[in-house]
């Protein structure tokens, strides 16, 4: 083999030199070959270089897509759940200013039904006082009328005794008029005494004031 690669250089072929330092000498068509073969293994190995290339690319373009996607995901959710916090936060304050306002309403119920039992009671105490004013000032005056009354009376008939003597005292013989002078006197005795009682019984009022009449001497 070697003498007809050796041969075949002799008409202008390629050598090649092996490990052994011994010179092979090739065809040209082997080294035409070869070097076509040469070329092809380096297109492959650009066009696969050029792939390796493209896909690193796509799949850089891929990831940075997912994860674009994925981060608009996220924030979605965060946005979502944000929405909801939001909205449940304001249902709940709605909540509590709802019982809020009912509870004012209910103590402001209270307190208006409270002013309106007061008055109520109130109104009562005014009436049933006025009631016991009135009876008491009725009580009062019949009181006094009697009062009046009986000094009256009582003033009348010492006047008419009075007067009696008076008029008959200069036909009256000593004895006489001495009996007449001390039932006068007796008489005007038992007035005074029966007026003192008047004045200290207590009024009808049960205020303390005493009834004031005029007094017959």
Known sequence: MFGILFDAATAGGATLTLPDCTTVVISPDIASERGQNEQRRAQAQAQHQQQVTQANTQAQTDQQRIQSEMDQQVQQTDNRMRSDVQREETRGQQQVDRHLQQGEQGYQQEIQSGERQAEAERQRAESAAAAKRAEA???????????????????????????????????????????????????KQGHQKRTSELERKPPGRGDGRRCRGHRTE
């Open 137 to 187: 000032e009725a009580q009062f005056q019949r009181e006094l009328q009697a009062y009046q009354t009986e000094l009256k009376r009582m003033g009348d008939s010492l006047k008419t005794m009075v007067d009696a003597y008076e008029k008959a005292q200069l036909v009256m013989s000593p004895a006489a008029k001495e009996a007449k002078q001390k039932e006068i006197a007796g008489k």
